[in-house]
Nanobody
């Protein structure tokens, strides 16, 4: 059974950095890709970044490109999202999810809530 757990959220001032983790115990890298999503209050969920676990290819939303970096530690079944130069508009609940497909502006999560983590809150103050 796929399990995803996010951590690393918190309160940070604009211009600061945070690193989020997505742990997937029992997850076999290569079976699925991993995507990062975020949802701010009153807004739709949006894709932030994703990584193809088979070859390490990464993709980013235009709003975060150049500031965020996704990386993997396959031996730990963990995906990280390094967030630098944070802006107040980055404030949201961040989720990781298992994907069946991953490309620029094309994240395709698997159907089922068990393929999603419960989220971690990132708050960026001005």
């Amino acid at each position: 059974e796929v399990q995803l757990v996010e951590s690393g959220g918190g309160l940070v001032q604009a211009g600061g950095s945070l690193r989020l983790s997505c742990a997937a115990p029992g997850f076999t890298f290569g079976d699925y890709h991993i995507g990062w999503f975020r949802q701010a209050p009153g807004k739709d969920r949006e894709g932030v970044s994703c990584v193809r676990t088979n070859d390490g290819s990464t993709y980013y939303a235009d709003s975060v490109k150049g500031r965020f970096t996704v990386s993997t530690v396959n031996a730990k079944n963990t995906v990280y999202l390094q967030m630098n130069r944070l802006k107040p508009e980055d404030t949201a609940v961040y989720y990781c999810a298992a994907l069946i497909f991953c490309a620029y502006n094309d994240y395709r999560p698997l159907d089922g809530m068990h393929y999603w983590g419960k989220g971690t809150l990132v708050t960026v103050s001005s």
